[in-house]
């Protein structure tokens, strides 16, 4: 599965600047912001641990969303 996200014209050049022959801009991005790829943490954690991380993930997203909303409600 893939996600797009929204960059200024200005972060998609730095990037752009910043990636080396035959990277990715995903590999670029991990390397610039020092992310691990999903490959080198795999079998890491359990089943159990890695869903309940993937939940406890999309509560904190649910959470994020909501606080937007009731912060763009104030300002409108």
Same mark, same amino acid.
């Given at each position: 599965?893939?996600?797009?996200?929204?960059?200024?014209?200005?972060?998609?050049?730095?990037?752009?600047?910043?990636? !080396?022959?035959?990277?990715?801009?995903?590999?670029?991005?991990?390397?610039?912001?020092?992310?691990?790829?999903?490959?080198?943490?795999?079998?890491?954690?359990?089943?159990?641990?890695?869903?309940?991380? !993937?939940?406890?993930?999309?509560?904190?997203?649910?959470?994020?969303?909501?606080?937007?909303?009731?912060?763009?409600?104030?300002?409108?």
């Amino acid at each position: 599965m893939s996600k797009s996200i929204r960059i200024s014209e200005e972060f998609h050049e730095f990037v752009k600047t910043h990636k !080396r022959e035959g990277e990715t801009m995903e590999e670029t991005l991990r390397r610039l912001v020092g992310g691990p790829h999903p490959r080198d943490v795999a079998g890491i954690l359990s089943s159990e641990i890695a869903k309940r991380m !993937r939940d406890r993930l999309e509560e904190k997203r649910e959470a994020d969303v909501e606080e937007k909303r009731e912060l763009r409600e104030r300002f409108d």
